[in-house]
Nanobody
Framework: QVQLVESGGGLVQPGGSLRLSCAASGSIFSITSMAWYRQAPGNQRELVAV???????NYAGTVKGRFTISRDNAKNMVYLQMNSLKPEDTAVYRCNAYASTVRNLGSYDYYWGQGTQVTVSS
């Protein structure tokens, strides 16, 4: 299986910055895309940003120009640099990976982390 562990959340004032990290571990054979999702209370889960193994990125319109997703393929890590944070960015942020394991080389599945809370408030 694949385990994902997020870190870096916390409380920050509006206009501030945070950097989230997500480490993937386990019997990983290959990871294609890695992504960050978020969900605020009462809201549906939202795709924030995604990055492919080749480095292609895509962002939600609400965060474009403020957030940057990046990954370290050698370390199976993905990061989310969040700048100019707004109160509406408050949510639980979860890491997602589309990966195959050494037991099932040709079979890919989605794996999720537990999430990290980001609160933007003065």
């Amino acid at each position: 299986q694949v385990q994902l562990v997020e870190s870096g959340g916390g409380l920050v004032q509006p206009g501030g910055s945070l950097r989230l990290s997500c480490a993937a571990s386990g019997s990983i054979f290959s990871i294609t895309s890695m992504a960050w999702y978020r969900q605020a209370p009462g809201n549906q889960r939202e795709l924030v940003a995604v990055v492919t193994s080749g480095g292609t990125t895509n962002y939600a319109g609400t965060v474009k120009g403020r957030f940057t997703i990046s990954r370290d393929n050698a370390k199976n890590m993905v990061y989310l640099q969040m700048n100019s944070l707004k109160p509406e960015d408050t949510a639980v942020y979860r890491c997602n990976a589309y990966a195959s394991t050494v037991r099932n080389l040709g079979s890919y599945d989605y794996y999720w982390g537990q999430g990290t809370q980001v609160t933007v408030s003065s």
